[in-house]
């Protein structure tokens, strides 16, 4: 228990500084801020649940005194809650019935862990839920929002300027339509890539308490598209509940582009090469952003047609061993 405790500080305090580090307007402290969930995670998967809320609270408690409660409150749910909250997911498992294998030799039962594409929706619902929030701060009505949005684009932009040129304007404008979806994407991404992070780096250390999970079958529940159809519905309302249904779109995009990577690693399966072709589609992604609609495309693709399964129907079994 003195260990759980010790790691539990431990990540707690690092967790905290990463977060606390955006203040001193480095630019290093953007990344370290994006990261600031990955002790909490790698504690959570390391040494359990029990440690990564042990080190949110305590992080959460020291950022409150130091620099107040709205600062807690905003480490406890970009940071404190979702890495502890994914850490307990990814090791969640149960039992699989029928599959306790042989009692004669004492194997220990099939263990089902909890599917991977149903946390993709809760780092999607903490991305929606943190998006949210922060724009709520900023005002309840669209036009409130916009505004803020808006006013603080504009000093940001044309600093040194008496008058902002017409350009800035212009770029302000998109600025604020795309910026609330550009911090759910962010956020979706971070989250995502934290929790890979954390389960490579406790694997490597032999701390990593469930066997590393197959990506390549990666799949969102059913329902998921249907709920991606009525956001993007709404999203034509206008008003706060069309902001809302367009966060919930862009995070519901990125969960099937995310799919889509998933679907591209298992139809890439026979390609010579591989691993060089894969490492190109990524390096473009990342540089250029705009690819990531083919990744979604074939998220959609492969939830509506099953392209992955009918991929691997037509594989030839594999060679016996000999």
Sequence with gaps: MIGIFTVALAAGAASALMFASISSGALISILLFYLASLPIMVAALGWGPLAAAIGGVGAASVLGTLFGLPYSIAFAMMVAVPGWWLGHLALLGRPVAGAAGDSAK???????????GRILLWIAAFAIVTTTAALLTLGTDTDTITGTLRRGLLKMLSAGEAQPSGDIERLVDALVIFAPLAATVISMVTLTLNLWLAGKITQTSGRLNRPWPDFRTTALPAVTL??????????????????????????????????????????????????????????????????????????????????????????PPPLPAA
């Design 226 to 315: 249907v709920a991606l159809l009525a956001a993007v519905a709404v999203s034509f309302i206008g008003g706060m509940l069309a902001l809302l249904a367009q966060i919930v779109t862009a995070a519901l995009v990125i969960a099937y582009a995310l799919v889509g990577f998933a679907v591209l690693h298992t139809l890439t399966l026979s390609l010579t090469n591989r691993g060089f072709w894969l490492s190109g589609i990524y390096a473009v992604v990342v540089m250029f952003g705009w690819p990531i609609v083919a990744m979604f495309a074939l998220g959609i693709a492969d939830a509506v047609f099953g392209l992955r399964q009918r991929y691997l129907q037509t594989r």
């Design 106 to 116: 004492q194997q220990p039962p099939a263990i089902e862990w909890y599917p991977v």
